[in-house]
């Protein structure tokens, strides 16, 4: 395809679908560099004409720095856990032989099939008894729970095309699960353990349901909600707001500008929602 | 049921169990806030806003004294209702709450959860003769009183841009008719005569309420809320809804009145700008324009009550609104000395001062002496007459029904405003609501 | 989600079996054990419960009360309930309708090599990048009557009333879901069209094909797969859309987007019946399942290999 004529059709088509993501982007940092006033005097679409940062100081001295902070924390201890129990898992999965372990497998493919929404009301019953409702943990641990399955799928495929001559050549060493899934199985699925760690952080950092239902502090509040309530307290500031927007997707823009390939991956696991 | 509860229990178990296992490295995950279990402390879970200030104040000056300290903690924004009925039941509930008195606490009432202050106004008759009886009142459930007034009182008023009006030659409308020729008046002049946040659909609600009152008087809406669903059908109430319906026709509130939000400033916005005439709204108006229109507050921002109908039942002084908000004291709570000393401190000069100074009104008998030290003393002073004089002050419609009716009932009045419901769609869509 | 998971699942099913390799120490049943646990003890146990709340009658304080079939039946005579579904379709299939063209065109010319694309490419992916929250919560503020975009566009917009017509706010449902998940069907089209062997266009060049015919004749066709795929994940998006519609509507005006993801929230959260919303909730997992395993029937999916493998 690359030998042909420029397609002037589909360069016009590309350049309006430029306009429709661009122009939304455009006003989105545009207008987080300008001040209240001036924003409100001249529109969204009008070029700013005082750049400040102003709002992204407020929006940490409002308690920006907070959400981001248990954002962070929510994000990191998820990763954690998927990174603990995940490998195991499809380890097992790969090399064991036992119906149980089949009937695992096949668990977890249903898991995918359950959305979040679903299991939110016996999931806030569950953890409100176990006494952890606005508290991050009870965030945390649906959170991981639910991108255990895409986790676990992603993982299995990559660890399924470890050949099994390899195994043979440790087991000739009479080496342990323990030492072959340290030493064979972990090192040769480096690249799966990155995507499942930037897909379940993704999933992380920008749940929104689990927060919405499972908290309710300004102390656990995550930067989705901070977002959220942003629009439904009084005395809105809209600059602020839009800054807000921009700060919540700063660490995936540097992910994206830093580690390209592992995002989209992980991404594709994310998918519909 | 049984089961789910022990379902429940083994789950709570199982978890707490997997807990210690996977996340002990994960301890940082915690969080402080929240939570009423502590031995020597209160918890005490207020509406987070702008208010909090005075909370704070007050919990500081109770922790001076008191061996048993007060925690506070805050709920920010729309959510305060819905989380507050999720965590009352659980561990993490406070001792004691903000509410709105009415609806809102009487499904607490129902479960038991809630301790009667019969027993606190015995022994300090100053808990309940320190407040104006008409707003006391709207927080006794079945006779028994579940609320003390903190806060202030919040009237619904008819704010108006006074340069808009003066342009249009209108006045603010002392009756129905006033209200209608202005709106002509302001519609020829290219202005929305009236902002209505209808994307919150909360203020398109204070119409219904006013007009009804305005109509056919307080009780047509009493007696459907104690249950007489017939009350809907009354001809007082189809006579309110026909002059809804041609208020809208008549263009009243522009074309996309359900894109505005009060909420994001969108409506209290369009007044200040002065794209819009009128606006019908709580008397927090007053302080959100100032906090974001400081000028217009200052000097264009004119308020009046609800105009009369003719041929009306309803009191021209008949009030609705937020009549106050109210601490509710949990059944459970440890240290009730603790608690009955805390309330007392809401009828105290400091609160009164420090109230006023953030532009709420109390409703405390001793607030008139210290008017004239509010934050706009003509304001406060104004609405204090109107509260103490009401016949009756109506507390909000979504308040006083039961917090299961507020969505069907926002959505009633929202169609009705649009053309989705017709006037038998409307009276059929409240006789549904559940009454409790 | 669930489908780049029936997808994979599918593959990583299908592997043919390993050989046998004597002698080296298996795992047992325990390493698989944390995680098995872990998500028994948050999903399975939860889905268990929501069918059994749905079948109690409770409004958050204390305990469920057993009620039959009530809210069952309640259900399926409410209209806004028969309505939220009706509304949760129709959502669905327009974001489809939208998405799905676009997302062909647009993957296909980005599987170009050019340097404009590449460049062009990278822009378009940025919406991706926000969460749903935050896409709805900038969508929000631009279409604002007042003070957003509409007040600048008069000449497009009119008076800006987009939200408070049922046309309008599913329109904008629709194009913000558009706006957001565009991207990434791009990349799957991208990723499939640039699997299709090259001989396949040189022999139509030969033959004199143009580029349009050679768009029908063979990139079309080529992506059969990559379509079902991307269009199983639109359909689950869509029936769980959740984000937009608390943030940009309400469901509203009135009941007019009130779709049933939305409505089983309200039920729950809202009203605080929560036997009625955990009823809604099974029965949108059971639609959501159903759904899925139609469009892999029929599509013949589950016979086939994906061809966005190893992207």
């Known amino acids: ?273 | 049921m049984k089961t789910p509860a022990r379902i429940s229990r083994a789950v709570a178990a199982g978890v707490a169990l997997a807990l210690g296992l996977t996340l002990s490295a994960c301890g940082g995950g915690s969080s402080d806030s929240a939570g009423g279990g502590g031995s020597d402390k209160i918890h005490v879970l207020v509406y987070g806003d702008a208010a909090n200030k005075v909370e704070k104040q007050l919990v500081a000056t109770f922790n001076k004294t008191s061996k048993v300290k007060a925690v506070l903690d805050t709920i920010p924004g729309a959510d305060y209702q819905q989380k507050l009925q999720t965590i009352i039941s659980t561990p993490q509930a406070p001792d004691i709450f903000f509410n709105w008195g009415g609806g809102s606490i009487k499904p607490f009432v129902d479960a038991d959860l809630l301790l009667p202050l019969d027993d606190f106004i015995k022994k300090d008759p100053a808990l309940k003769s320190s407040f104006l009886p008409s707003v006391f009142d709207s927080a006794t459930v079945n006779g028994k009183p579940y609320g003390v007034p903190m806060r202030g009182t919040q009237p619904v008023l008819l704010f108006n841009n006074k340069k808009v009006l003066a342009d249009a030659g209108v006045t603010p409308p002392k009756t129905w008719d006033d209200l209608l020729g202005a709106v002509k008046a302001l519609k020829a002049k290219g202005v929305t005569p009236i902002a209505l946040g209808g994307g919150d659909q909360w203020p398109t609600l204070m119409w219904f309420e006013y007009l009804y009152d305005r109509v056919a008087g307080p009780d047509v809406f009493q007696k459907a809320l104690g249950g007489d669903k017939s009350a809907w059908e009354s001809a007082g109430s189809k006579k309110a809804l026909g002059m809804i319906r041609k208020l809208v026709d008549a263009g009243a509130f522009g074309t996309n009145y359900d894109s505005v939000k009060f909420t994001d400033q969108g409506s209290p916005t369009l007044l200040a700008t002065g794209k819009a005439g009128f606006e019908l709204m709580g008397s927090w108006e007053y302080s959100t324009q100032q906090d974001s229109h400081p000028a217009f507050a200052k000097k264009d921002l004119g308020y009046s009550s609800f105009p009369t109908v003719a041929g009306g039942t309803g009191d021209a002084g008949n009030l609705v609104g937020n009549t106050n908000n109210f601490y509710s004291v949990m059944k459970k709570t440890k240290h009730p000395e603790a608690v009955a000393a805390f309330l007392k401190l809401q009828y105290s000069d400091e609160f009164v001062k420090a109230q006023l100074g953030i532009g709420n009104l109390p409703t405390t008998t001793n607030t008139e002496k210290f008017l004239g030290t509010s934050a706009s003393p003509a304001y406060s002073k104004y609405q204090f007459d109107l509260v103490k004089k009401a016949p009756s002050f109506q507390l909000s419609w979504d308040q006083a029904y039961p917090q299961s009716a507020s969505t069907p009932m926002h959505q009633a009045v929202q169609q009705f405003f649009n053309g989705g419901l017709d006037t038998d769609g409307f009276i059929k869509a409240m006789q549904a609501l559940p009454t409790a | 989600m669930t489908t780049t998971v029936t997808k994979a699942a599918v593959v990583a099913e299908r592997r043919p079996a390993q050989r046998r390799s004597a002698g080296v120490g298996r795992p047992g049943f325990a390493w698989a054990l944390p995680a098995t646990a872990f998500f028994v003890l948050f999903a399975v146990v939860p889905l268990v419960l929501v069918a059994v709340l749905s079948f109690t009658s409770w409004n958050g304080l204390g305990s469920p009360r057993f009620a039959g079939l009530d809210n069952w039946t309640k259900l399926f005579d409410d209209p806004v309930m028969l309505n939220s579904l009706w509304l949760s379709v129709l959502i669905t299939v327009l974001g489809v309708l939208v998405q799905t063209p676009l997302s062909i065109l647009l993957g296909v010319w980005a599987a170009g090599r050019q340097r404009n694309r590449a460049i062009l490419s990278a822009i378009y992916f940025v919406p991706l990048l926000l969460s749903a929250t935050a896409v709805s919560v900038l969508w929000r503020t631009l279409l604002d009557p007042n003070f957003g975009v509409p007040s600048q566009a008069k000449w497009l917009f009119g008076d800006g009333n987009l939200l408070g017509m049922q046309s309008g706010a599913i329109g904008v449902l629709v194009f913000v879901g558009a706006w957001q998940f565009t991207p990434f069907h791009t990349l799957i089209y991208q990723g499939a069209a640039r699997a299709i062997p090259q001989v396949l266009y040189q022999a139509a060049q030969i033959d004199g094909a143009g580029t349009v015919r050679q768009f029908f004749h063979i990139t079309l066709p080529q992506l059969r797969n990559t379509m079902i795929t991307s269009m199983i994940l639109m359909v689950v998006g869509g029936l769980t859309t959740f984000d937009t519609v608390l943030i940009l509507t309400q469901g509203g005006p009135g009941t007019d987007t009130t779709i049933s993801a939305y409505y089983m929230y309200q039920k729950a959260f809202k009203s605080f019946d929560f036997g009625a919303g955990s009823a809604i909730a099974l029965l949108l997992v059971v639609v959501a399942t159903v759904i899925s395993l139609v469009v892999v029937r029929v599509s013949g999916y589950d016979k086939m290999r994906s061809s966005v493998e190893g992207l």
Request: charged share 10%; hydrophobic share 50%.
């Open chain 1, 1 to 273: 395809m690359s030998k042909q004529r420029p397609n002037y059709l589909a360069g016009l088509g590309s350049v309006v679908w430029l306009l429709v993501v661009g122009a939304p982007l455009y006003v989105l940092v545009a207008a987080s560099v300008q001040s209240r006033a001036d924003y409100g005097a001249s529109g969204p679409l009008s070029l700013p004409r005082h750049f400040t940062l102003r709002n992204y100081v407020d929006d940490f001295s409002t308690g920006f720095g907070r959400y981001f902070l248990n954002t962070v924390i929510v994000t990191v201890c998820v990763v954690a856990i998927v990174l603990v129990v995940v490998p195991p898992l499809s380890y097992t999965i790969v090399r064991s032989r036992g119906r149980v372990t089949t009937a695992v497998f096949r668990l977890f493919l249903l898991g995918l099939a359950i959305p979040a929404q679903a299991v939110i009301v016996p999931m806030f019953y569950v953890i409100s008894k176990a006494g952890l409702y606005d508290n991050l943990i009870g965030v945390i641990l649906p959170t991981a729970a639910f991108s255990l399955p895409m986790c676990a799928l992603v993982l299995t495929g990559v660890m399924r095309d470890i050949t099994p001559d390899l195994y043979e050549a440790m087991a000739i060493d009479g080496a342990s699960s323990w030492r072959v899934f340290r030493q064979l199985v972990l090192p040769l699925s480096r690249g799966g353990l990155s995507t499942i760690a930037v897909f379940s952080a993704l999933q992380a950092w920008n749940g929104f349901l689990f927060p919405l239902v499972l908290t309710q502090s300004d102390s656990t509040k995550v930067i989705t909600l901070g977002l959220y309530n942003f629009r439904t307290q009084y005395g809105i500031n809209i600059p602020g707001l839009l800054a807000a927007v921009v700060l919540s997707m700063v660490p995936v823009l540097l992910v994206y500008l830093f580690a390209r390939r592992t995002l989209v991956q992980g991404l594709m696991g994310v998918g519909g929602k």
